[in-house]
């Protein structure tokens, strides 16, 4: 089977995913506990395999036996990767949005559209949801090079429209939810313009981050707990609770329609 896709870049660093690994290892836990064969792929990860390492590890403590798959196009970087390889737990192999003929719960696929334009993003989505193991996940988006900072989309076993869209950030770092716009998913990076409705989420978070100023003397922490609530307050639909928001998280349904009158 032909792979379909492109060579990306490879960009890749050591922890650079650990945010969206966290968000799947809860959103995807039932999926993965009900899974006979819990697999899971990680779609283009790079130049290097660290992502894939650092992916079984973290979903092994959800579901012991997962097995992880890498795949990417470059022949050279599934080469690379093999002295990584812990079979029957992690492997690598060649393959693009097809998931080398592979039937996964959970594909993470990540900083891989980000580099394709944006009227390619529809079929990649169909071609991985429709190979997805039923009940399963993709999980698509994108982040910076240190992972301060990503946002992603999920999308169920056999749509082609997300269900929801996840914030994420190192508080520590954040300067206000506005700075979300350079990472969005590519399906969006280019609607956050008047008249889209991430446009009038980011603003409206924006507007509930500085309101929350005052509370920035007790921490980062205690500012987007209280920005995140205020969003929920104004009519968006937060789909999570504090527990996560104090993760420097927030899920909300897919941007498609105003937020709730």
């Given at each position: ?23 799947i290892a809860w959103w995807c ?233």
């Amino acid at each position: 089977m032909k792979p379909q896709g492109e060579i990306t870049r490879g960009t890749t660093n050591p922890n650079r995913l650990r945010r969206v690994d966290r968000w799947i290892a809860w959103w995807c836990e039932d999926a993965l506990a009900a899974a006979g064969e819990p697999l899971v792929v990680d779609l283009g990860y790079g130049a290097t395999p660290i992502t894939a390492v650092e992916l079984r590890a973290r979903l092994a403590r959800v579901r012991p036996d997962v097995r992880v798959v890498g795949l990417e196009i470059d022949p050279a970087r599934v080469a690379a990767a093999q002295p990584a390889a812990d079979p029957p737990g992690l492997t690598f192999a060649r393959g693009g949005f097809e998931l080398a003929g592979l039937r996964p719960v959970v594909v993470r696929a990540c900083n891989v559209l980000r580099q394709y334009d944006e009227s390619a993003v529809a079929a990649a989505w169909t071609t991985m949801t429709a190979n997805l193991a039923p009940g399963g996940w993709l999980i698509e988006g994108t982040c910076d090079e240190l992972g301060r900072l990503g946002s992603w989309a999920a999308l169920p076993a056999g749509s082609a429209t997300p269900v929801s869209l996840t914030l994420a950030a190192k508080l520590a770092t954040l300067e206000s939810p506005a700075t979300f716009a350079e990472r969005l998913p590519k399906a969006l990076i280019h609607r956050n313009v008047p008249g889209e409705p991430v446009y009038d989420l980011l603003q409206a978070f924006d507007e509930a981050w500085r309101h929350a100023a005052p509370l920035a003397v007790f921490g980062p922490r205690q500012r987007w707990l209280d920005a995140v609530s205020r969003l929920r307050a104004a009519g968006w639909p937060v789909l999570d609770g504090p527990a996560r928001w104090r993760l420097g998280e927030v899920t909300l349904p897919w941007p498609a329609a105003p937020p709730a009158s």
